[in-house]
């Protein structure tokens, strides 16, 4: 049985995830051992997923993360006052989920969706 999946990105430049995981998606840091630092939800649970794609829908290409937040809206203001860039959307999607997609302090592109109600 699976516990957990965690993403790991490789970079020297482990600090600069505050700017976006923390400070923008509001993840707490778990664990900074500074040769690794790991952000995640306390006390919250989370479902595990992994996808396989050919692409990210609507013709976009398939991001390397997917982020589910309670507000898209919300979060893509954070995003652009912190100047990150928008590469597709904000949309409503046909299979119900609004969402954008941004590149992360690494280059990530992100997927960040709410479902619609």
Same mark, same amino acid.
């Given at each position: ?33 500074? &040769? ?31 982020? $589910? ?17 928008? $590469? ?6 046909? &299979?119900?989920? /609004?969402?954008?997609?941004? /590149? ?14």
């Amino acid at each position: 049985m699976v516990k957990r999946i965690v993403l790991n990105i490789d970079t020297q430049k482990i600090a600069d995830a505050t700017s976006f995981y923390k400070d923008i998606l509001g993840l707490d840091l778990l664990m900074d051992h500074g &040769w690794i630092a790991t952000y995640g939800a306390t006390g919250q649970k989370m479902d595990v997923q992994i996808s396989f794609a050919s692409e990210g829908g609507s013709g976009t290409s398939t991001p390397d993360l997917s982020i $589910e937040v309670e507000n898209v809206d919300e979060v893509l203001e954070k995003v652009k006052a912190a100047e990150f860039p928008i $590469e597709y959307g904000p949309t409503d999607e046909p &299979w119900g989920i /609004r969402r954008f997609y941004t /590149r992360d302090p690494f280059g990530k592109l992100i997927n960040i969706l709410s479902h619609l109600d």
